[in-house]
Structure formats: structure tokens, C-alpha cells
């Protein structure tokens, strides 16, 4: 079974800043997806970014970008020139495989609060 | 497109009652999941549905719950009888073959 490890439960930045929330994950399976899924206090749960286990290149999403390591089984999230918007709690989500009975697996989530 | 419609918003109900929780995916996903979210637990999956039919319910909890599909456009997720500890949002996600979850807003369950 996978697991998704986030172990950082909360974290704050200043507005502006640059921060990073890690994941980690444990499988066995060399072909699958990893998400952040970004949830605000509205509690609706927004696709931040995803990476294909496949692709070497780090996704982006505008200030939204991903360090895969795959070989370490790592996926963290870093967020450039934060906004108060930006607040909201982050989940690291894992998904094997491209069928269509594939489920997704999330980690415990990392609340993120920026500051002015 | 209007996204996954998950009704109702929210529930308050007594212990004891049944609670019928109600989806209508997304046109043209194939797929659908209920999941719980809980403090204690995190987002759990309950269920998930590919072309109608249930392909994993291990994560259903106990047989108070249950869950039907029983067309590509709607699904329900029941409680009969409910209990304090099934307080939750429960969210209803769908998605096409190989592509990332669509989430509804969740339904807040609270019983007391």
C-alpha cells in the first residue's frame, strides 16, 4: 500500500517570501501521479500542481512549483512571492498508475499561513 | 461546466436518523469517490465507483454505511443509523481516465 507522509503540520511566511512544504511517499509501483491539493478555509479542495513519475522536469504553475526527487521518493511544494491568499491547508496526494480504478492516496495535510 | 454538485451543504441530524448524502459528477467522468475528512483523520476514502460500478469499499467504515451509483450522473452515500462520531465533511470527487480528482464542496455532517 503507499503511504504520503507530510510532516510538517503547520507553517507561516511573510508575505512575499518564498516557502517550501515537503512530502514524502513510500511505493513500489514505478509509474504514477503526484498532486498538492490546496484547501482555504471555504474548505473546497483546489488542484494546485501535479508531476508525472515519468517526467524529469519539475512541474509549474505560475508562482507554484515542485522539487521531484524521485530516487528519494520526495515532492515538495515551494510557493514564491506568497500571498495573503495563499493561506489554506496543503495536501500531497499520490496516485498510481493512468488507470481509471487508480485512487488517490493524500498525506495529512501542512496548514500554511501567511503574514503581513 | 458546473463542477461536482454535492447536496446538501450541510446536515445536522440526531443520532439514530438516517443521512443521505447526495452527488451529481461531473458529465463525461467515469470515475467517482467518496471521501471523509476529519481532523483526527485526515481525508479518508471511503469509496470510489468506475463506470458505475464499486471497484474498493474497504474504506467504508462499518455496514451503517453504504453508497450507490446507480447511474453515470448520480451517486449517494447513506448512514442508517448515524452516529456522533460520523461528524465529517464527506466529499464526493470524480474525474476522467488519467487525469487529477474534481472535488465537490463537501456536505458537513453533524450529529448529536
Known amino acids: 500500500a503507499q503511504t504520503v507522509t507530510q510532516s510538517q503540520p503547520e507553517m507561516s511566511v511573510q508575505e512575499a517570501e518564498t516557502v517550501t512544504l515537503s512530502c514524502t511517499y513510500d511505493?513500489?509501483?514505478?509509474?504514477?501521479?503526484l498532486f498538492w491539493y490546496k484547501q482555504p478555509p471555504s474548505r473546497q479542495m483546489i488542484l494546485v500542481i501535479r508531476?508525472?513519475?515519468?517526467?524529469?522536469q519539475n512541474a509549474t504553475e505560475n508562482r507554484f512549483s515542485v522539487n521531484f526527487q524521485k530516487a528519494a521518493k520526495s515532492f515538495s511544494l515551494k510557493i514564491s512571492d506568497s500571498q495573503l491568499g495563499d493561506t489554506a491547508m496543503y495536501f500531497c496526494?499520490?496516485?498510481?498508475?493512468?488507470?481509471?480504478?487508480?485512487?488517490?492516496?493524500f498525506g495529512t495535510g501542512t496548514r500554511l499561513q501567511v503574514t503581513l | 461546466d458546473a463542477g461536482v454538485i454535492q447536496s446538501p451543504r450541510h446536515e445536522v441530524t440526531e443520532m439514530g436518523q438516517e443521512v443521505t448524502l447526495r452527488c451529481k459528477p461531473i458529465?463525461?467522468?467515469?470515475?467517482l469517490f467518496w471521501y471523509r475528512q476529519t481532523m483526527m483523520r485526515g481525508l479518508e476514502l471511503l469509496i470510489y465507483?468506475?463506470?458505475?460500478?464499486?471497484?474498493?469499499d474497504s474504506g467504508m467504515p462499518e455496514d451503517r454505511f453504504s453508497a450507490k451509483m446507480p447511474n453515470a450522473s448520480f451517486s449517494t452515500l447513506k448512514i442508517q443509523p448515524s452516529e456522533p462520531r460520523d461528524s465529517a465533511v464527506y466529499f464526493c470527487?470524480?474525474?476522467?481516465?488519467?487525469?487529477?480528482?474534481?472535488f465537490g464542496n463537501g456536505t458537513r455532517l453533524t450529529v448529536t
Open positions: 470527487a470524480s474525474r476522467p481516465a488519467g487525469s487529477p480528482l474534481h
Open positions: 511505493t513500489s509501483e514505478s509509474n504514477y501521479y
Open positions: 508531476q508525472e513519475a515519468y517526467k524529469q
Open positions: 496526494a499520490f496516485m498510481k498508475g493512468t488507470g481509471t480504478a487508480s485512487k488517490l492516496t
Open positions: 458529465s463525461g467522468h467515469n470515475s
Open positions: 465507483f468506475n463506470n458505475n460500478v464499486p471497484i474498493d
